[in-house]
């Protein structure tokens, strides 16, 4: 509960025009109030739990287009829709995140392929064990926790960083193998390290598997196009 509650704060403090309504129920389920007033609150500025005479199967399911939490849902929906075409008419772009569990278009062989077509087929079998480690694990994390949250900015940081330093500057410029590896470790994994220095679970190895994670999802090339 506490780590939902951290990612949706997360959430909210990267969108200052979201609007948060919260409810709670006033009435026992089974001889047991479900959740109360400090279960409910998300811990968002100026947001305050409303008390509802429901319980917690009726305060999900309305009685009537009368019932108090329809209407106020429909009043808060009403004010957002407003708010969206005002946005929308200004011309004001909304960039969406990535979703790193889907894998991209942009290049579809498979993790052996890629690896031969680098002339790095020795390199396979520890990138698809790497690869798996990450995706085990980030799978298992959700969509909306604080750790699923820290997990995609590391992604997106290391498919930046490589994409400048390591793709662009050397593979595309047919750099060897030696210049590769070290601007690997001084452009992509000592910086993320550094960045990320707060989460004591990230460590070098931690870059590798995401940078194996992300050629499996072909977001990452090895070989110059």
């Given amino acids: ?38 279960s409910s609150d998300p811990g968002v500025a100026k947001v305050m739990p409303v008390a509802v005479d429901k319980n917690h199967v009726s305060i999900c399911k309305p009685d009537s287009r009368d019932d108090q939490v329809f209407l106020g849902l429909v009043r808060h929906i009403g004010v957002v829709l407003a708010e969206l075409a005002s946005t929308t008419a200004d011309g004001e772009e909304q960039f969406a995140s990535i979703d790193f569990s889907i894998p991209s278009d942009r290049d579809r062989r498979e993790l052996l392929a890629k690896m031969i077509d680098a002339n790095r087929e020795n390199e396979y079998s520890i990138a698809n064990e790497y690869q798996n480690h990450f995706a085990q694990n980030y799978y298992k994390l959700g969509l909306m926790t604080s750790a699923r949250t820290n997990h995609d900015r590391i992604l997106s940081d290391v498919e930046q960083r490589f994409y400048t330093n390591i793709y662009l500057k050397l593979i595309c410029r047919g750099a060897d193998d030696s210049t590769v590896q070290t601007a690997l470790q001084t452009d992509v994994i000592d910086p993320i390290c550094q960045k990320y220095a707060d989460i004591p679970s990230l460590t070098g190895l931690t870059v590798l598997q995401a940078l194996y994670f992300l050629t499996e999802q072909c977001r990452v090339r090895w070989d110059a196009e």
């Fill in 1 to 38: 509960m506490n780590d939902l509650k951290q990612a949706y704060r997360d959430f909210v403090d990267n969108k200052p025009d979201l609007q948060t309504v919260v409810y709670y129920e006033k009435l026992k389920t089974y001889s047991q109030l479900i959740v109360d007033r400090d």
